[in-house]
């Protein structure tokens, strides 16, 4: 049986099976606000960080949220996270549901991550929402309902994000004691800010493994992160599919059991496309092979092992 592991997907849906009976799917969705995670619980089977089986993979458990309410949460804006997506993610695991069978072995296995992203970070939210939600956050892992922190980390990519530099720092921080107090994994959001990394080295080789969706650094910057005695894993999207040399050049070169794959869905999109679907998962399998001169089938057990050492070792 064939495995993909998608090592991070923002909104998880299906309108038909993409998956046939002889696939299994293996996802790390990540959940950007109180309400995304609650929808989460409530629409979709989510498997428990605790449970296991003899095979190592982790089987079907229900982990269901409390009841959504008044939130009283700061959302992403419109301009990055629009509220009509909330929506969409509601109605869309509900339609997962139906389209897979809740019993068999076709039904994606998702798993939830949870963090403060850094572009909702401002002067503002620091002051009036930060704590509610880190102490939010907190009772998710003391409630085991989460297998890393994240999306979490720095995004200085327009001026506007810049200018909430210090207030990113001060958030960043309390993530990452949460996760080393925990035990669990960090799931980083970088853009134009890799540099930052560099410089908690220190505490981050102390955490069971860092994972870097969509990771936007070169091969050296790679390969100095792990010398640095981080227990990295680096995830890759369609920008392979899409040119991107940086990108290519760290699949091609990095050694298989550093990295993983991710959609992203529904965003990193190709020329023509209006969104990202889950299946897009299997051309990013196949143009990594390429890339590797892999076959699929030893690609997708290796980042199978992969993707259980990062997410579940700790």
Known sequence: MTSYCDAHIHLFYANE???????QYFCVTSCHSKEEFESFGRYSQVASSQATCESGVPPFANAHCQQAGNFGATYPTAETFPRQNL????????????????????????YASYGIHPQIVTPSYLKNDFPTELSYLE?????????????????????????????QEIVFKEQLRLAQKYGVPLLFHLRKSIEKIFSYSG?????????????PG???????????????????????????????????????????????????????????LPGDIKKVYQRACELRKSSLEEMTESILENFMRAYFQS
Request: hydrophobic share 40%.
């Open 17 to 23: 099976p993409f998956f046939d009976k002889n696939e």
């Open 87 to 110: 929506r969409f993610w509601r109605d869309s695991l509900k339609n997962c549901l139906t389209v897979f069978d809740p019993a068999g072995r076709s039904l994606p296995t998702a």
């Open 139 to 167: 009772s998710l892992l003391d409630e085991k309902k989460l297998i890393a922190i994240g999306e979490c980390g720095f995004d200085f990519f327009t001026p506007e994000f810049k200018a909430a530099a210090t207030e």
């Open 203 to 215: 505490e981050l080789k102390k955490l069971p493994s860092v994972i870097f969706h969509s990771f």
């Open 218 to 276: 070169t091969f050296r910057e790679a390969e100095s992160l792990k010398k640095h005695g981080i227990n990295a894993f680096f995830s890759f999207g369609k920008p392979i599919l899409n040119g991107k040399k940086s990108a290519i050049e760290c699949v091609e070169k990095l050694p298989l059991q550093n990295l993983l794959f991710e959609t992203d869905a529904p965003y990193q999109t190709l020329k023509g496309e209006k969104e990202t």
